[in-house]
């Protein structure tokens, strides 16, 4: 089982569409979570960082499930400009703070 | 700033042919990574380094080496190059004392025949 883990999709949405990936992570000993967003045949952007208590950023919200080891990611009002993949990251934990793991990413196409 | 640089942008081996490939980042983190990103598999850890003289395996080491030297410097080595090798490479920085953010570079696309 990987240690982080996301649907793959694709979503396919219309504009304006409100919609949401989940990811999964198997090391309970993980303190910290991020969203990244990356454009084809580009390098991985950070999108947010996922705080214990939740968060914001304008039209994403960001949440974390210690208990149930699962953060998600919601889009309200969906713009064409959002298609891209979103990769969840998690670290290794206290000891590992250096290893920062991927999941596949999940692919979001907003069309118009 | 130049941030994160990776050199060679591109490169074709033979199979069986070792090459390097080099990462060097001007922000003085502390914490350097290597990915490697193939189609549908996300970035997939290789290796990563937690200072200087420090080095730790990811999920796919094998048939890939790294050193550091130094803070700035986080080099790839691979030995025998395989047609599985055949991929995107990424290097990585960050500083613990941030966010956590990852700095890429723009990556290397390593063709093994």
């Known amino acids: 089982r990987k240690e982080v883990e996301q649907d793959p999709g694709p979503f396919n949405v219309p504009e304006g569409a409100t919609v949401a990936f989940n990811c999964t992570y198997s090391?309970?000993?993980?303190?910290?979570f991020f969203w990244y967003r990356q454009d084809c045949r580009k390098e991985p952007k950070l999108l947010m960082s996922?705080?214990?208590s939740g968060n914001e950023d304008g039209r994403f919200t960001a949440q974390l499930n210690r208990a149930s080891q699962y953060i998600s990611l919601l889009i309200r009002d969906s713009k064409l400009s959002d298609s891209a993949t979103y990769l969840c990251?998690?670290?290794?934990?206290?000891?590992?703070?250096?290893?920062?793991?991927f999941g596949q990413g999940t692919t979001l196409q907003v069309k118009p | 700033n130049a941030g994160v640089t990776q050199t060679p942008k591109f490169q074709v081996l033979k199979t069986g042919q070792s090459m390097t490939l080099q990462c060097a980042q001007d922000m003085n983190h502390e914490y350097m990574s290597w990915y490697r990103q193939d189609p549908g598999m996300g970035l997939r850890l290789i290796h990563y380094?937690?200072?200087?003289?420090?080095?730790d395996q990811g999920e796919v080491p094998n048939g890939y080496n790294v050193s550091r030297s130094t803070t700035e410097d986080f080099p790839l080595r691979l030995l025998s190059a395989a047609p599985s090798q055949t991929s995107v490479y990424f290097c990585a920085s960050f500083s613990q004392g941030d966010t956590g953010e990852l700095f890429f570079g723009e990556g290397s696309r390593l063709t093994v025949l």
């Open positions: 090391n309970s000993a993980s303190q910290s």
């Open positions: 990251v998690v670290n290794g934990g206290s000891g590992n703070t250096g290893k920062l793991i």
């Open positions: 996922v705080y214990s």
């Open positions: 380094s937690v200072g200087a003289g420090i080095t």
